[in-house]
């Protein structure tokens, strides 16, 4: 019999940062920027996770305005999950090259439900050969009778409206919004045709979120899951043709034959996007998925608070190791790394970028925000909102309840590695990201490093025991 060694797998609460000397005066000296992709960057490492619990467009709209991202969940249709990701990439922008255009003769019950449907405040009136006949805004629409009504007759006209040429300078475009207290601004070309549309809304935004995670365009940065099986390249294909910044490939098991072959053959279909593969959890599965092109790693076999794919299947590894062992790995690529699950506050996600880490994927502390998808439940006088793991029964039945079903499965044959709870509500997620951002930003300066890069380099972790740990939490005191 041959001898067999055990490793110690260590997670979050098994360590903490040894304090080191620190040049860093106070923690707006710090800076958080990373990469969440080789060519992506944002300002907060911080992704939200592609569950149907906690990424749909205004989670991804929130996330990108604070400097984070999103990744809109795949357990939808193609044709929904396109529908979000147009929802984030047209949430602002500097200029709308395509704004929404009606013709004079549709009704105003029309308008109205496309408004409601795509969440716009306004809509162009165009003639057949795209000439700018009027602007029509929820105000004109609001005291419509019955509906029947066409957009001709509530419409502003196109001569008591503020127009710019195509080329107008963004500054020179701020100027005219003000002089007259308008909220849209079409830019319209020598023959009268709809060129694009600057918005007084997109402009306040620009200046309220300096640190946006945005791309040249000035649209706010978004990515979406798509799967191995079934209709995942059509589907890929339709997220790019969006505009989609990144495509995440979500298994739970990345590293198998079946992963590193959709990963192959999505790098070759689409060369220009990049693409996010996992889940893995060792320098192996990170080596692999690298050599088939991934522009970044996300790492975690079970760490996450809904999962239970360790109990069920018995595999996995802690997620402290999985991230240390993966980073050293990617990092000769140039690889970034994703510490996805098991992230409960800013000390664990402190921990996971020091580890190796440029970005940490959170589900729970999201899921209890206002932007995630799902309505409030209130229990005893407590706000919730509802969290479910992507492998649990309940999220499974939704899978085979969609029109076009992302993958065929049969409930009877499901072993559910994930389960589904609530979660405290925690109002909005940029107020969650900004506490997790303060911490972090405090992290990093007992560890003496005033970027990412330098907390790689100078972040010493401690093993600790029981006793440790318990000395860590509040102890010996009475509840207030
Ligand atoms: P947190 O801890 O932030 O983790 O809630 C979010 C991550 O958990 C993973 N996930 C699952 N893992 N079974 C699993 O084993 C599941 O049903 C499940 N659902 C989500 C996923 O990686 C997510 O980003």
Not at 123 to 145: E, K, M, P, S, Y
Not at 451 to 458: F, H, K, N, V, Y
Request: glycine share 10%; with cysteine; charged share 25%.
């Amino acid at each position: 019999m041959h001898e067999r060694s055990i490793r110690l797998g260590l997670t979050f609460d098994d360590v903490l940062l040894v304090p080191k000397r620190s040049g860093v005066a106070t923690r707006a000296q710090v800076d958080t920027r990373s990469r969440l992709t080789r060519r992506i960057e944002v300002a907060v490492p911080i992704v939200s996770a592609n569950m149907d619990a906690v990424t749909e467009s205004a989670m991804a709209i929130a996330m990108a305005r604070e400097g984070g991202i999103g990744i809109i969940h795949r357990f939808l249709s193609v044709e929904q999950q396109v529908a979000e990701v147009r929802r984030v990439k047209r949430a602002e922008s500097i200029v709308i090259d395509e704004p929404y255009q009606f013709g004079p003769e549709r009704t105003v019950r029309d308008a109205l439900a496309f408004m409601e449907e795509h969440g716009s405040a306004g809509l162009l009136v165009v003639n057949g050969a795209g000439q700018l006949l009027g602007l029509v805004t929820a105000r004109d629409l609001l005291f419509a009778n019955g509906g029947d009504e066409t957009l001709a007759s509530v419409m502003t006209p196109r001569e008591r409206l503020v127009t710019a040429p195509p080329d107008v300078d963004p500054e020179e475009a701020r100027t005219i919004l003000h002089r007259h207290r308008i909220e849209k601004l079409p830019l319209v070309d020598a023959s009268g045709r709809l060129a694009g549309l600057i918005t007084s809304r997109d402009i306040r935004s620009r200046l309220k979120h300096p640190w946006a995670t945005k791309d040249p365009k000035g649209r706010l940065r978004v990515g979406a899951a798509v799967g191995v099986r079934g209709d995942y390249l059509e589907r890929a294909a339709a997220l790019v043709d969006e505009g989609v910044d990144v495509l995440v490939l979500d298994v739970a098991h990345g590293h198998t034959e079946a992963a590193l072959a959709a990963l192959e053959r999505l790098r070759e279909r689409f060369p220009d996007t990049d693409i996010v593969a996992g889940n893995v959890a060792t320098a192996d599965g990170a080596r692999d998925l690298i050599a088939r092109g991934a522009d970044a790693v996300k790492v975690g076999v079970g760490p996450g608070s809904t999962c239970t794919t360790r109990i069920v299947t018995g595999a996995g590894v802690p997620q402290l190791t999985a991230i240390l062992d993966c980073a050293e790995a990617a990092a000769p690529h140039g690889v970034p790394i994703i510490a996805d699950g098991g992230i409960r506050n800013s000390g664990d996600l402190t921990k996971a970028l020091a580890a190796g880490a440029s970005t940490a994927m959170l589900g729970n502390l999201l899921a209890g925000t206002e932007e995630s998808p799902g309505a409030l439940v209130i229990r005893n006088g407590r706000q919730y909102k509802t969290y479910r793991g992507m492998a649990s029964l309940w999220a499974a039945a939704r899978r085979q309840s969609l029109d076009r079903p992302v993958e065929d499965e049969d409930l009877s044959q499901i072993v559910a590695e994930g389960v589904e709870a609530t979660v405290p509500y925690r109002g909005k997620a940029g107020d969650v990201l900004g506490q997790l951002v303060g911490g972090l930003r405090s992290g990093m300066s007992y560890c003496g490093a005033r970027t990412i890069a330098e907390l790689w380099e100078r972040a010493e972790f401690i093993q600790i025991t029981a006793a440790g740990w318990k000395e860590s939490l509040p102890h010996d005191i009475e509840p207030a």
